[in-house]
């Protein structure tokens, strides 16, 4: 069940790779949309997005008991977001930038719209496949796992599909973007297979039965932030996600432009990163068991986030092994840290289920992608306008001022947010034995309810 369920992380973070590192420079590169406007086209595709995931969230709570639950969205929304991928990168010849504009919005938003309707359904269902906290760190770690596939595949698969040779060191590094429509077309596919495999892995597996349904009101949205161990978790998640926002506009420009490395020696680096960082998944697992989720999170996002402070800033032009080694290993290995915080919002969500008698799982997700959303959408405007304000010309040798503008945005710009995240996390208090208390008090409210409907049912007998 874990497997079948989690293989459908595999498509959803093609997707989302592939957009964050690629959707960017395609549309500068090959399109010929200017920077800032591609920028503002991705960023308001993702406050839609962001918009319609708490909806989601609680649609999926009303309506999971029928039509097969959440397991239906899931399902259907693969479709949609199979679709939507295929139109983003197989824009037609377009002759204005406002054309390629809407065209880049209009496709952006059909697909993150897909997105919505799998993504949040099949990570709520993550509170409700089990109730023991290391079983949902295994079950994370699987479905860490499987992303982090799909984060080599989105990597990897354009350079290897491509049919132009290596692209100049410094005219961009960016090889495999003329490979993206056939890439589109696999990534696909796999998305369609991850849908049928949640919907086949899940079956018989009811959620637990509502109290009462959730109201479609906007308040509903917003509740989340009644819980106060909710409030800090996700003011660290959303500075977080603005490093990482930031991190994966850059990571081409960065790495082509400044490092001036060609483009099998990104491949390399990617690959390296996303391998390393899938491997430490199981470092991470293994000691949340041994001293629990929230010293290792905050304790890595504190030495990440310093760590590319200064590495990243100081890194040569030329140097191939250095930001090998030393990025794509060690950074690689502290970025596993991060797998910790999406496992510790499920243990906030039992509190929420322990005040309340409810389980909101879809509200808190949709709200915790809406927060992330946002976070990116603001990280690739700002990107967007720096590079036209530094005069990119995807044509043009990078100038010295482009450069220092990518040390500071790929350096400093993403260390100080993890920096922060990790500081926010250092002072969380809901730790670990105050989360083992919410579950024993689940259990023993859950075991009263067991023994008064089976006496219940002796009396009637």
Same mark, same amino acid.
């Given at each position: 069940?874990?497997?079948?369920?989690?293989?459908?992380?595999?498509?959803?973070?093609?997707?989302?790779?592939?957009?964050?590192?690629?959707?960017?420079?395609?549309?500068?590169?090959?399109?010929?949309?200017?920077?800032?406007?591609?920028?503002?086209?991705?960023?308001?595709?993702?406050?839609?997005? @962001?918009?319609?995931?708490?909806?989601?969230?609680?649609?999926?709570?009303?309506?999971?008991?029928?039509?097969?639950?959440?397991?239906?969205?899931?399902?259907?929304?693969?479709?949609?977001?199979?679709?939507?991928?295929?139109?983003?990168?197989?824009?037609?010849?377009?002759?204005?930038?406002?054309?390629?504009?809407?065209?880049?919005?209009?496709?952006?938003?059909?697909?993150?719209?897909?997105?919505?309707?799998?993504?949040?359904?099949?990570?709520?269902?993550?509170?409700?496949?089990?109730?023991?906290?290391?079983?949902?760190?295994?079950?994370?770690?699987?479905?860490?796992?499987? @992303?982090?596939?799909?984060?080599?595949?989105?990597? @990897?698969?354009?350079?290897?599909?491509?049919?132009?040779?290596?692209?100049?060191?410094?005219?961009?590094?960016?090889?495999?973007?003329?490979?993206?429509?056939?890439?589109?077309?696999?990534?696909?596919?796999?998305?369609?297979?991850?849908?049928?495999?949640?919907?086949?892995?899940?079956?018989?597996?009811?959620?637990?039965?509502?109290?009462?349904?959730?109201?479609?009101?906007?308040?509903?949205?917003?509740?989340?932030?009644?819980?106060?161990?909710?409030?800090?978790?996700?003011?660290?998640?959303?500075?977080?996600?603005?490093?990482?926002?930031?991190?994966?506009?850059?990571?081409?420009?960065?790495?082509?432009?400044?490092?001036?490395?060609?483009?099998?020696?990104?491949?390399?680096?990617?690959?390296?990163?996303?391998?390393?960082?899938?491997?430490?998944?199981?470092?991470?697992?293994?000691?949340?068991?041994?001293?629990?989720?929230?010293?290792?999170?905050?304790?890595?996002?504190?030495?990440?986030?310093?760590?590319?402070?200064?590495?990243?800033?100081?890194?040569?032009?030329?140097?191939?092994?250095?930001?090998?080694?030393?990025?794509?290993?060690?950074?690689?290995?502290?970025?596993?840290?991060?797998?910790?915080?999406?496992?510790?919002?499920?243990?906030?969500?039992?509190?929420?289920?322990?005040?309340?008698?409810?389980?909101?799982?879809?509200?808190?997700?949709?709200?915790?992608?809406?927060?992330?959303?946002? +976070?990116? +959408?603001?990280?690739?405007?700002?990107?967007?306008?720096?590079?036209?304000?530094?005069?990119?010309?995807?044509?043009?040798?990078?100038?010295?001022?482009?450069?220092?503008?990518?040390?500071?945005?790929?350096?400093?710009?993403?260390?100080?947010?993890?920096?922060?995240?990790?500081?926010?996390?250092?002072?969380?208090?809901?730790?670990?034995?105050?989360?083992?208390?919410?579950?024993?008090?689940?259990?023993?409210?859950?075991?009263? +309810?067991?023994?008064?409907?089976?006496?219940?049912?002796?009396?009637? +007998?």
């Amino acid at each position: 069940m874990q497997l079948g369920y989690a293989y459908a992380d595999l498509g959803v973070n093609v997707v989302e790779v592939v957009a964050r590192l690629y959707l960017l420079i395609f549309y500068t590169d090959v399109v010929g949309l200017r920077p800032s406007l591609a920028g503002l086209a991705v960023a308001l595709g993702l406050v839609w997005d @962001a918009v319609t995931d708490p909806v989601m969230g609680v649609v999926s709570d009303r309506l999971r008991h029928r039509f097969g639950g959440r397991r239906c969205f899931v399902l259907v929304g693969s479709f949609f977001l199979a679709a939507g991928l295929v139109l983003l990168f197989s824009p037609p010849a377009l002759a204005t930038q406002g054309a390629r504009f809407a065209w880049l919005l209009g496709a952006y938003v059909f697909l993150n719209s897909g997105l919505t309707v799998m993504a949040i359904p099949h990570t709520a269902m993550s509170a409700e496949l089990s109730e023991d906290p290391h079983a949902r760190s295994v079950l994370f770690g699987w479905r860490f796992a499987f @992303a982090n596939v799909g984060a080599l595949l989105a990597a @990897a698969l354009p350079v290897l599909l491509s049919a132009k040779p290596p692209s100049d060191p410094g005219r961009g590094g960016a090889g495999g973007i003329d490979a993206l429509p056939q890439f589109a077309w696999i990534t696909a596919l796999l998305i369609v297979l991850g849908g049928i495999s949640v919907w086949f892995s899940t079956r018989g597996i009811a959620p637990p039965p509502l109290a009462s349904v959730p109201r479609l009101q906007w308040r509903a949205f917003l509740s989340p932030l009644a819980n106060p161990a909710f409030r800090p978790l996700v003011a660290g998640y959303v500075v977080a996600m603005l490093g990482v926002g930031v991190n994966a506009a850059v990571a081409l420009f960065y790495y082509g432009r400044h490092l001036e490395l060609g483009d099998q020696q990104i491949q390399t680096l990617l690959v390296t990163f996303l391998g390393v960082w899938t491997l430490s998944l199981l470092f991470w697992v293994w000691i949340s068991r041994r001293v629990g989720k929230l010293r290792p999170l905050a304790r890595g996002a504190t030495v990440l986030g310093a760590s590319i402070c200064v590495l990243y800033l100081v890194l040569p032009p030329g140097n191939f092994v250095l930001p090998l080694v030393l990025g794509g290993i060690g950074i690689g290995f502290l970025f596993g840290s991060t797998l910790l915080i999406d496992s510790l919002l499920t243990d906030v969500i039992d509190l929420d289920r322990l005040r309340t008698g409810e389980q909101r799982a879809g509200i808190y997700f949709g709200f915790w992608r809406f927060a992330a959303k946002l +976070a990116r +959408a603001f990280s690739l405007l700002t990107t967007g306008l720096v590079l036209d304000l530094v005069g990119f010309d995807p044509e043009a040798a990078p100038t010295e001022e482009l450069r220092w503008a990518l040390r500071l945005l790929f350096g400093p710009g993403v260390g100080c947010f993890f920096l922060a995240a990790g500081l926010i996390l250092l002072r969380y208090r809901f730790s670990d034995a105050k989360q083992r208390q919410v579950r024993r008090l689940l259990d023993r409210r859950e075991q009263r +309810a067991e023994r008064s409907s089976d006496a219940g049912a002796r009396a009637r +007998a």
